[in-house]
């Protein structure tokens, strides 16, 4: 790391107070979208504490100080619901530091967000399965994080992404970078664009059913990926649910179809031979059955009924994101080559394709699950 990006870091560590000194900040590469720091500090005796330093991208969430406070809310609601079920509230939470002024964020000159988290240490995130019990464990992770917020008082959570989930949105939006093809590519993408314009009907059928007040609005995750439930070394059980900023209120149905989306792929989100990709059918029945263990008698009809729609949807809609992105010069997600966002859309649209042949397999699935 250069020496002035190092300074600037510790300049804002300190604004804590930490005790003893940065022994090391080292950049991991987690997420599309932050940037995410571990420090270690060492004290006089030797002893090593780990802290987790994030900025917040201020062009994705433009109101990092209301993200703030979802996620101090949320997170302090969490805590206590551990308390009181006699669990680790260090462990089975993040907890986000105050600044030695009570701040829960650092606001640097050039007008950058800045925090700080707890490091979970001993625990690992996945970045796929490596079989269908991780998958539905996570699946209860996720459904106990739901039950865990489910009293939350939903008014005062503010809606840092508008629209987050909103997949019509999403299409319109997609549209219009299509219209104003910022980056020349579109002529590019002619297939994968042709395979979205198909499925434009698909978009408003969760808002709609919202609209209509027959799918209720909860306190909803909204990345619910494999990779943000930590698992604990020892137990290798899950322990504690984390990247927190698109908590809002939301569809259940948004945080089933995200986890499908990314865990039951056979394939990795920017997998370049879409011959590994398909829907994993076990994968798929292991969700349900997790998911509805923990959550599930808490569920109205129609959000078990659109589960496998739900699968649908979500896919398709990160696909037209990526794709939107691509054609809009890669000005969102963090990409690793020019063609990565192309890439990742056309994994989303293979799997899209993949669940409407197994649709109607999913939706026995669901049914035998409850
Ligand atoms: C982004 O940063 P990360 O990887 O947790 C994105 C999600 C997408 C995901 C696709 C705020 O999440 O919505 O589903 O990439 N987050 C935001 O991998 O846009
Ligand atoms: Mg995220």
Redesign the pocket.
């Known amino acids: 790391m250069d020496t002035t990006l190092f300074n600037k870091l510790c300049n804002i560590l300190d604004e804590y107070g930490f005790s003893g000194s940065v022994k090391e900040i080292k950049p991991i590469t987690v ?4 940037d995410t720091f571990v420090v270690e500090y060492i004290s006089e005796d030797g002893k090593i504490e780990k802290y987790l330093l994030q900025w917040i991208n201020h062009n ?2 433009k109101n990092p100080v209301a993200v703030m406070e979802n996620v101090v809310g949320v997170t302090e609601h969490i805590k206590k619901k551990v308390a009181l079920a006699g669990g680790d509230t260090e462990r089975e939470v993040l907890t986000v530091f105050k600044t030695k002024a009570g701040e829960n964020y650092v606001k640097t000159e050039d007008g950058g967000h800045w925090r700080v988290y707890n490091f979970v240490d001993n625990s690992y995130s996945l970045d796929g399965v490596s079989g269908k019990e991780d998958f539905k464990m996570a699946a209860i992770a996720f459904g106990n994080f739901q039950k865990q917020l489910a009293d939350y008082p939903i008014e005062t959570l503010k809606d840092t ?1 508008p629209n ?1 989930h909103n997949t019509a949105s999403r299409f319109n939006d997609f549209k219009a970078s299509l219209e104003a093809n910022k980056s020349g590519r579109r002529n590019e993408a002619e297939k994968e664009i042709a395979f979205a314009l198909e499925r434009e009907k698909d978009c408003s059928v969760l808002t709609d059913l919202i609209a209509k007040g027959e799918l209720p609005i909860r306190v909803t995750h ?2 619910t ?1 494999l990779n ?1 439930v930590l698992f604990d070394k020892e137990t290798n059980k899950p322990l504690c649910i984390v ?1 927190l ?2 908590v809002m209120p939301g569809s259940s149905l948004y945080d089933f179809g ?1 986890s499908i989306r ?1 865990g039951a792929n056979t394939g990795a ?1 920017d997998e370049k031979d879409l011959s590994k990709i398909s829907l994993d059918l076990e994968l798929f029945k292991a969700y349900v059955e997790g998911y509805l263990s923990s959550a599930g008698d808490s569920l109205t009809e129609n959000e078990i009924t659109y589960l496998p729609f739900a699968a649908k949807l979500l896919t398709f809609e ?1 696909g037209i ?1 990526f794709l939107a992105d691509y054609i809009d010069g890669d000005v ?2 963090k990409t690793e080559y020019p063609e990565h966002n192309l890439v990742r859309a056309r994994t989303q649209f293979k799997l899209v394709a993949d669940i409407e042949k197994k649709f109607s397999e999913m939706q026995s699935i669901v049914n035998q699950g409850f």
């Open positions: 997420g599309h979208i932050n994705v969430f992404i987050f909204n990345d990926k943000n990247d900023d698109t995200d990314f989100e990160c994101r969102y997600f």
